[in-house]
């Protein structure tokens, strides 16, 4: 059901013309790539054909303004997997935006969305905590509104995949399980 073949022609019918920016399936860790001379165009490399992936690295994409957009990564730090507590605190800080726009790109494409914490060979954390930080910054999205690029692209996939729209809160009822566990 969910093809990265689909996906990758959804992006570019949304973004290619307007924004001169298309998604590629790489092979290895994910990348943005600013247009240069060897390639004419903006690239959103993802990681091995993976349809989050994907997701994941046009949330990104999303947020990242115009001046960001013209830089290698978005010009923003990354510490890999492996983190001490402090780096995966401030990881998930910069996460939280991006991952709440990927949870509403899932929902509009029907895909089951995990937050991803990305820090095995680290510091644990709760993986709860985060996802409801997470939950509660797709609320504020969903009241405040997203910027145009995001809300074009909701709004194709929404169509592509015919899943409900507008998205609503409705479509994010999630509740942390020690909440679940305290109501019982």
């Known amino acids: 059901m969910h093809h990265i073949a689909d996906l990758i ?14 998604l590629v399936k790489g092979d290895d860790e ?22 989050a992936s994907a997701l994941h690295e046009i949330a990104h994409w999303l947020v990242a303004g115009n001046k960001r957009r013209e830089l290698e990564d978005y010009g923003y730090w990354y510490c890999p997997d492996g983190r001490d507590k402090h780096q995966q605190a401030e ?11 990927e949870w509403l790109l899932s929902t509009a494409a029907g895909f089951d969305f995990n ?15 985060f996802q409801a930080r997470v939950h509660q910054q797709v609320l504020m999205l ?10 074009a ?9 015919k899943t409900p ?8 009822n999630w509740h942390h399980p020690q909440e679940l566990q305290n109501a019982v």
């Open 9 to 22: 022609s959804i992006f570019d019918s949304v973004f290619y013309q307007s924004h001169n920016t298309r």
């Open 30 to 51: 994910p990348v943005y790539l600013p247009a240069n001379n060897t390639h004419g165009f903006n690239q959103i490399v993802f990681a091995h054909g993976f349809y």
């Open 91 to 101: 990881f998930e800080n910069v996460e939280i935006k991006p991952q709440a726009i």
């Open 115 to 129: 937050v991803s914490v990305d820090n095995l060979n680290g510091e644990q954390t709760c993986r709860f905590d």
């Open 142 to 151: 969903l009241e405040q509104g997203v910027n145009a690029r995001t809300h």
């Open 153 to 161: 692209l909701l709004k194709a996939l929404s169509d592509f995949y």
């Open 165 to 172: 729209w507008p998205l609503t809160a409705q479509q994010f």
